[in-house]
């Protein structure tokens, strides 16, 4: 059965650099969450969108911005990239009211 | 918001023997708390879920026991194999807020479990 696909599944930048992410839900999936999980840290949920729009927002900061496309892909982009950065990006499908997720295998964020 | 604790943050096992994980949360109006394995640095997996209609749920070695009143939730595992080392998560997730809301868990700290052969 087809997963979540994101890409790259890792990914090396420098300080103040950007970077995006990207992520394929399942197949007629129109839910997607975006994680963040430090190193032997819990996830942390960031955003989330329904039907191209914004549903839920949760800690992510100003200098990250995301979208939802026609075709269902979502992307997260990042600038002025911080040390802090560094963690495993998650991104979850599912399908709306649905409370199961699915979740992608993570994009490997480091800024040097 | 959410506040998800969970405990203990480490346990260590014998094959063989049960594992119990505790969770406890803060809204009243969560209403699905599903339980997720995460082996090092791959993807969490759902293992078992559970709504609050529900007071246990069961699947092979794995069950989940919820206590709404109490708002805490356990996993347990019987007859755990060295298989099952890995990090536990739970999480908890309130019925949604509005309209356009959907289902954005909030995780516990996790539980690394080891089960030594």
């Known amino acids: 059965a087809a997963g979540v696909i994101q890409s790259p599944r890792h990914l090396i930048k420098e300080k103040r650099e950007t970077a995006t992410l990207k992520c394929y839900p399942i197949p007629r999936h129109d839910t997607v969450y975006w994680y963040q999980q430090g190193p032997g840290q819990d996830p942390q949920f960031l955003i989330s969108?329904?039907?191209?729009?914004?549903?839920d927002k949760g800690s992510i900061p100003d200098r990250f911005s995301a979208q939802q496309f026609s075709d269902y892909h979502s992307e997260l982009n990042m600038s002025s990239l911080e040390l802090g950065d560094s963690a495993l990006y998650f991104c979850?499908?599912?399908?709306?009211?649905?409370?199961?997720?699915?979740f992608g295998s993570g994009t490997q964020l480091s800024v040097l | 918001g959410e506040n998800v604790e969970q405990h203990p943050s480490t346990l260590s096992v014998q094959e063989g023997d049960s594992a119990v994980i505790k969770c406890t949360y803060s809204?009243?109006?969560?209403?699905?708390f599903p339980w997720y394995k995460q082996e090092l640095g791959k993807r969490p997996q759902l293992i078992i879920d559970i709504r609050s209609n529900v007071g246990e749920k069961k699947d092979q070695r794995i069950a989940v026991t919820l206590n709404k009143t109490a708002k805490h939730f356990s996993l347990h595992i019987t007859e755990t194999q060295p298989e099952d080392s890995a990090v536990y998560f739970c999480a908890a997730t309130p019925r949604p807020s509005n309209s356009n809301s959907g289902y954005a868990l909030n995780f516990g700290k996790g539980t690394s479990l080891l089960v030594t052969p």
């Open positions: 809204d009243s109006a969560s209403n699905y």
């Open positions: 969108f329904y039907e191209k729009m914004q549903s």
């Open positions: 979850a499908s599912g399908t709306f009211r649905n409370e199961k997720l699915f």
